[in-house]
């Protein structure tokens, strides 16, 4: 059964063919992988493209590689009209980790609802590292192995789609970094490879957002608002589609002033902190790291809380008829 | 209309008036205060260095303002500013770069008591 890869870093053909098929594959099988691959470059292989990789014994193409390449085709067209979105994909999560922890800084940028969302991702794929533990371990048979892990990829795949689920309480510290080793380094299943090119456009469109202006953890949050209501409007789910998007816009518009007046607060606090108990000069850039510690600390708690209230406010306000009434306690 | 709802409401209110507050302060007070500084090395070299009229760059000017305004005495005890210099700052203008960030210890303390009152209460948003 053939297998593919998602490329997640530059490399160049050989390379990549060597590391996937071993040092040394046969000529027949060399030939199969270079007809299999024939949509990537000659040359260097960008991140995100699709490679497919021949099973060990067959060496000419079934009808299941010719589904796959027909995806790969579609993935590297999409790769092609935009050169940055695969390694944006690649780097998506450190990329929008590190937006989270920078953004802070005097505008701030509140993304509690992303950060829910990351831990729900490293909560199935914690799963999936169980499972793998417990057919090593002789616990499981291969066909429930299989059929589980093809479960949880499917969650997976729906978690990589959209960043929606209020309310999970999930928890957990898992670095992006193991997020993104699942996701890229693993061979993927035919079921996944569907979602892929989707999930590209997605994260396209998300990256360019965020290409936009100065204003990266706003855009931030309004993708990851625009999110939530989007799954919960797809879904046909019009009570959650209402509700998702009077509470994702008050969190929001929550989040991003809470962020704002945090920073600064933050900011001014550190600085004179730093200035009366480290006893740090006006020169030097001890005191603006002192601002930039402190504004990114209280601008993230700032947003994250105010967006809280303005949430639960969302929550509390629906539209009737272009008329705003305040949702009963009970309803 | 329950209580937490009110309270809500009243620091999301309370959350843009402080920003508000802020951003005027930023653009329209700015140059005006630093203008009674004008021969002041620190406000000086300060202003040099983030010269530039970007918003980041007004924020840290600013910042430069609170500090000073805020901690008089122990500027004028390390000879940063002279009394002289700060007599001359209007006591209104002096209050536009102040209180918004006195305004920003009500904020937090009421967002401390929001966020205990929300756990404690078990109330889902």
New interface residues.
Partial sequence: MAQSYINDRTTDYHSLKSRLMGSAPSRQRSEHFDVLNRHLRPGLVTPGQLVIIPDSHSVSCSGEEAWLMRHAQEVRRHLDMNSSTGKALIGNYDLLQSFMASTSIGIGSATSAWARHLNEVAQTLEDIERLHQRLKDGALDRDAFIQQRQALFRRLDLQLQGAARFGTGLQGNESLKKVLGISTKSYLHKGEIAGYAQRIRETAQMSKWLGKGTYLGVALDVGVAGLEIKEACVARRETQCRRAKYVETGRLVGAVSGAAVGGKYGAAFARRACDVVLGVSLKGNARLACAIIGGAGAGYVGGSEVGDFGGFIGGKIMEIDGVFIFQPEDA | ??L??VY??L??IL??V??GL?LFAEHRKLEELESYFSKNT?VL??KRKWGRNH??AR??RM??M??IL??PK?YVKKG?VTEAELGCVPLALKRWAVWP?RL?HI??LA?LI??VW?RWGG???
């Fill in positions: 209309m329950d937490f709802f809500a409401t620091l999301i959350t843009f402080i920003l802020m620190v070299e300060h918003r980041f924020f840290h910042g430069l609170i500090d805020s901690m122990r940063l960030y920003c904020w937090a967002l929001g966020g929300r109330i889902e948003i």
